[in-house]
């Protein structure tokens, strides 16, 4: 409909929710784009205050102290391996629970989800999930960046739904006839057949993983086991610069605003992976949301 | 009991489940019932590869979720890790009674309450008014856009947002700070003063995550039939009228539900936000339940196991509590709840 067509009412309505919509966008994209500019710009600059929405005074300051400054590498590396392992242990288990709650046939199906969901309702809390991990003598260990969190059952949730919506009764009949077992039928059937829920899966725990820095901090005291979103809070928070770590000769007396500009970079470094994949695999994050509206 | 076990050993089994097959296909009123139990050991067995395949995913609930249910019981005794949980003192209701008798008590109630409050009054309606909006956008590639970019905050750690704060709101080079200043408001530092915390934290959220929580909204929206719409324009209804009666009651059972879950966690506030932009000077209002009880019983020196978790009780409890309420309200007020 041509807005000059429009009445009072409607014209006042869609100027207001425009507006509010623009003034949104812009407030979403503002530290953005502030914090992209201020990694690429000189030390100085930042220092003064001048940066605003465009790099001033260009400069890979930020991006070369980050590329020696290995804390924040060794994060990487180690994030990045808990990020595969773990969401690879997260689907794995994610599957196994969510395919037999799908099936109607499953006895004591009922009884499963309310074990299953009674956990997302009440927890016995972070002293004794702590004295756990610690008995488990799981602590400065890989596996208690894994084991811990191994499954969401929201996702489990969302899982057998998809599953029961996706995979028809007649399917399991037919493949029944032949001989074929549950199991063969879930790996054969049904996992080919459920890819985006699988992509969704996949995704929400890596992203879990990536950001994940709570259970790092507190099981995790050993250096070399830390992921980076430790190493990001040393820097970013608590202003901590490692004590091994010399800055360029060039900067001994600015060592001040080089370690804001590095705050800077390592919150583009940091983020990008996350950001760069994520336009393209935006349908699937939204498809996850959508089944996790669903009523199971 | 024999002639069971002997039923399972063998290809017996197999015969059966054939004539049963065959009985239930031809069950008639005059034939006679087959025993339940007997049914169902055979529908167990005849899953059996379901079970074991929900092995794992239960022994990982079990030694995860409900091991540290059991070790909760510990809020109700003197814990001793020589005597383990089981072995340690009851002591009944002491701990709760000093958490409550404790001087700080009220205000890391009401500070808690105060955030929740803060992001269910703040928090919660930008995504429905945002999906309303962007609903109005006839612009596709506009919508698209705008909808990619208020998705993408939510991505980002919380530490990274923490420390994005802590450099935007910088009093003398934070881009927000100077920001403010072209507009006559002085530089605060607005991570270091107490009456900034609710405001700060709660805005930083509604920035992160007003797009993401929008998407639910904008699914209901999608569903909505067009030709609902057409037919009200020809009626002569205004934009206004037709988001308010029809737009309104298609989220209206997505709204129900996200609120009863809020609510419901309504003490949950967002411990590691709050946890990493705590600092001594804003002590006095992020302060929260879940904070304290880190630092009882984790940080602390000299830890105290059984106090620290009789916190986090009374604060699960007080959650289960509000979310069984809310849901069976909801229930009988708009038939939309969680179960």
């Given at each position: 409909?041509r807005f000059?067509?429009?009445s009072k009412?409607?014209k006042?309505?869609?100027v207001v ?5 623009f ?10 784009l502030n914090?992209l500019?201020s ?5 100085k600059a930042i220092g003064?205050?001048r940066?605003a ?5 260009f400069?890979?300051d ?9 804390p924040?590498?060794v994060?990487?590396?180690?994030s990045i391996m808990?990020?595969i392992v ?12 969510a395919?037999?709650?799908?099936r109607?046939d499953?006895r004591?199906r009922?009884?499963?989800?309310v074990?299953?969901?009674f956990?997302?309702?009440?927890s016995g809390?972070?002293i004794?999930s702590?004295?756990l991990i610690?008995?488990?003598?799981l602590?400065n260990?890989?596996?208690v960046m894994?084991l811990p ?16 919506s996706n ?10 006839l032949?001989g074929?077992t549950?199991?063969k ?7 080919p057949?459920s ?5 969704v899966n996949f995704?929400f725990?890596a992203v ?10 507190l099981?995790l005291?050993?250096?070399?086991m830390?992921p ?6 040393d820097?970013?928070i ?8 010399n800055f360029?000769?060039?900067?001994a ?10 705050k800077?970079?390592t ?10 994949m994520?336009p393209?695999?935006q349908k ?7 089944l996790?509206?669903l009523?199971g | 009991?024999q ?8 290809k017996v089994l197999t015969?059966?489940k054939g004539m049963?097959?065959?009985?239930k ?8 019932k087959k ?9 167990v ?9 929900m092995?794992?995913?239960v022994?990982?609930i079990l030694?995860?979720?409900y091991?540290p249910m059991y070790?909760a019981l510990?809020?109700f ?5 020589t005597?383990g ?5 009851w002591v009944?209701l002491?701990?709760?009674?000093r958490?409550i008798?404790?001087p700080?008590?009220f ?8 955030l929740?409050?803060?992001d269910s009054?703040i928090?919660f309606p930008?995504?429905?008014?945002l ?5 109005n ?6 919508k698209?856009?705008v909808?990619?970019?208020t ?7 919380t530490v990274v ?5 802590t450099?935007l709101l910088?009093?003398?080079?934070g ?6 200043q072209?507009?006559?408001?002085p530089?605060?530092?607005y991570?270091g003063k107490?009456?900034?915390f609710?405001p700060v934290?709660?805005?930083s959220g509604v920035w ?8 639910i909204?904008l699914a209901a929206?999608?569903?909505v039939?067009v030709?609902?719409?057409?037919a009200?324009q ?6 206004v009228?037709?988001?308010r009666?029809?737009d309104?009651?298609a989220?209206m059972p997505?709204?129900i539900?996200?609120l009863?879950l809020?609510?419901?966690s309504?003490m ?6 709050v946890f990493l932009?705590?600092n001594?000077?804003?002590l ?5 339940i ?9 940080m ?6 059984s106090?620290a ?9 007080v959650?289960?509590?509000?979310l069984v309420i809310?849901?069976t309200?909801?229930?009988?007020a708009s038939e939309?709840s969680?179960?």
């Amino acid at each position: 409909m041509r807005f000059g067509s429009l009445s009072k009412g409607d014209k006042v309505y869609t100027v207001v929710s425009n507006t509010l919509l623009f003034f949104l966008l812009l407030v979403t994209l503002y530290p953005l784009l502030n914090v992209l500019s201020s990694s690429f710009s000189d030390p100085k600059a930042i220092g003064a205050g001048r940066v605003a929405i465009f790099p001033v005074d260009f400069s890979l300051d930020g991006y070369r102290e980050l590329s020696r400054y290995t804390p924040i590498w060794v994060g990487y590396k180690n994030s990045i391996m808990y990020t595969i392992v773990g969401t690879f242990v997260n689907v794995t288990l994610t599957i196994m629970a969510a395919y037999p709650l799908s099936r109607k046939d499953f006895r004591g199906r009922g009884l499963f989800i309310v074990f299953f969901a009674f956990t997302m309702y009440f927890s016995g809390g972070m002293i004794p999930s702590y004295m756990l991990i610690r008995n488990l003598n799981l602590f400065n260990n890989f596996w208690v960046m894994v084991l811990p969190g191994a499954l969401s059952v929201y996702n489990v949730i969302i899982t057998r739904t998809y599953f029961q919506s996706n995979i028809p009764d007649s399917f399991l009949e037919a493949a029944r006839l032949d001989g074929c077992t549950d199991v063969k039928f879930l790996t054969q059937v049904a996992i080919p057949l459920s890819t985006p829920i699988i992509a969704v899966n996949f995704l929400f725990y890596a992203v879990g993983h990536w950001n994940a820095f709570f259970d790092a901090m507190l099981y995790l005291s050993d250096t070399k086991m830390k992921p980076l979103q430790v190493v990001l809070r040393d820097i970013l928070i608590e202003s901590r610069i490692s004590a091994d770590f010399n800055f360029d000769s060039k900067y001994a007396e600015a060592k001040q605003s080089i370690a804001e500009i590095l705050k800077y970079s390592t919150i583009v470094a940091s983020t990008l992976p996350v950001m760069l994949m994520y336009p393209f695999v935006q349908k699937y994050f939204i498809k996850g949301i959508m089944l996790g509206g669903l009523k199971g | 009991m024999q002639r069971l076990s002997r039923a399972f050993s063998n290809k017996v089994l197999t015969k059966m489940k054939g004539m049963i097959g065959v009985m239930k296909f031809h069950a008639g009123p005059g034939l006679p019932k087959k025993s339940k139990l007997r049914q169902l050991l055979l529908d167990v067995d005849r899953g059996r590869q379901l079970y074991l395949l929900m092995m794992l995913p239960v022994a990982y609930i079990l030694i995860f979720k409900y091991q540290p249910m059991y070790g909760a019981l510990i809020a109700f005794k003197d814990f001793d890790p020589t005597a383990g949980i089981w072995g340690s003192t009851w002591v009944g209701l002491k701990h709760f009674v000093r958490f409550i008798e404790q001087p700080k008590f009220f205000q890391m109630v009401s500070n808690t309450l105060m955030l929740a409050l803060w992001d269910s009054i703040i928090g919660f309606p930008v995504p429905i008014l945002l999906a309303l909006a962007l609903n109005n956008v006839a612009h596709k590639k506009y919508k698209s856009f705008v909808q990619t970019v208020t998705y993408a905050p939510h991505f980002i750690s919380t530490v990274v947002i923490v420390g994005m704060l802590t450099q935007l709101l910088h009093p003398r080079m934070g881009a927000l700070n100077l920001l403010f200043q072209h507009f006559g408001v002085p530089a605060v530092s607005y991570l270091g003063k107490a009456g900034y915390f609710r405001p700060v934290y709660t805005l930083s959220g509604v920035w992160q995550n007003a797009g993401w929580g929008s998407i639910i909204y904008l699914a209901a929206l999608s569903s909505v039939d067009v030709e609902l719409h057409q037919a009200a324009q020809i009626d002569g209804a205004s934009i206004v009228q037709r988001t308010r009666h029809i737009d309104l009651p298609a989220i209206m059972p997505s709204i129900i539900i996200l609120l009863i879950l809020r609510i419901g966690s309504l003490m949950n506030v967002g411990f590691e936000k709050v946890f990493l932009m705590q600092n001594q000077l804003n002590l006095t209002t992020s302060e929260v339940i879940s904070t304290y009880v880190y630092k009882m019983g984790i940080m602390s020196q000299f830890p105290d196991y059984s106090y620290a978790t009789a916190i986090g009780l009374f604060n699960s409890v007080v959650n289960v509590v509000l979310l069984v309420i809310v849901n069976t309200t909801a229930k009988k007020a708009s038939e939309t709840s969680l179960w």
